[in-house]
């Protein structure tokens, strides 16, 4: 099952551009997660927002969260062609026997 | 250092065969683990949810007699794709969720297990 679409589905840019990810989701949810996961590889845990929360900043990564429209957004500030990579949502209602459900992930592509 | 760790990272095997998956949580107890399926482009889909002393709970559409799951241990989860065909071929990965810590109820992903059916 997946909780709903992440806009866009590709984005291409250049370096040191800003890139913006969308992400919806349809259920209640006691957080929400972004991963980052290049080409062929694991999953790399990027930030977590928890429900009560807006806005949160690591480094070049700004997530909002917006729970009224069930909506979290992700933009990578100043990205490099080392972010290039599928970047996926995924909420959590962080109950024992939940898993993460995952978006359907933005395929982020950096040209230097 | 990793938590959650899966063996083996990418495994061939032969149409009609079968393969074993494993999930170990390696400091902590995990009295469930998801697993996971992604086929290349894809997000991850959940298939099913390994509960420790009992039976699976599967995704809809998830074969259960295809994709055996056995957690016979707080620390341990296997995936058995039985009679593996082509399609069968994708990118397999674990989870466990970690509770009772101070940084709250964590989720970790294993490194993923890539297996081709030839």
């Known amino acids: 099952s997946q909780q709903g679409e992440e806009d866009p589905q590709a984005l291409s840019i250049q370096e040191g551009e800003n890139a913006t990810m969308n992400c919806s989701y349809k259920?209640?949810?006691?957080?929400l997660q972004w991963y980052r996961q290049n080409s062929g590889r694991g999953l790399v845990h990027l930030i977590l927002?928890?429900?009560?929360?807006r806005e949160k900043h690591s480094g070049r990564l700004r997530v909002t969260l917006d729970t009224s429209k069930k909506s979290s957004s992700l933009l990578i500030t100043a990205s490099r062609a080392a972010d290039t990579a599928s970047y996926f949502c995924?909420?959590?209602?962080?109950?024992?026997?939940?898993?993460?459900?995952f978006g359907k992930g933005t395929t982020l592509s950096v040209s230097s | 250092g990793a938590v959650v760790s899966q063996h083996p990272s990418w495994v061939i095997c032969k149409s009609g065969t079968s393969v074993k998956i494993e999930c170990r949580s390696l400091?902590?107890?995990?009295?469930?683990m998801f697993w996971y399926r992604q086929f290349p482009k894809q997000s991850l889909m959940l298939m099913a949810t390994?509960?420790?002393?009992?039976?699976?709970?599967?995704e809809q559409g998830v074969e259960k007699d295809k994709f055996l799951i056995n957690h016979a241990s707080l620390t341990l989860s296997t995936l058995t794709v039985t009679s593996a065909h082509p399609e069968d071929s994708s990118f397999y990965i674990c989870?466990?969720?970690?509770?009772?810590?101070?940084?709250?109820?964590?989720?970790?992903f294993g490194e993923g297990s890539w297996l081709t059916v030839v």
């Open positions: 927002i928890r429900s009560n929360e």
């Open positions: 259920t209640s949810i006691n957080n």
């Open positions: 995924a909420t959590d209602a962080n109950q024992a026997g939940t898993a993460l459900i």
């Open positions: 390994s509960n420790e002393g009992s039976k699976a709970t599967y």
């Open positions: 989870s466990a969720r970690r509770g009772g810590t101070l940084s709250g109820n964590t989720i970790y």
């Open positions: 400091d902590f107890q995990a009295t469930t």
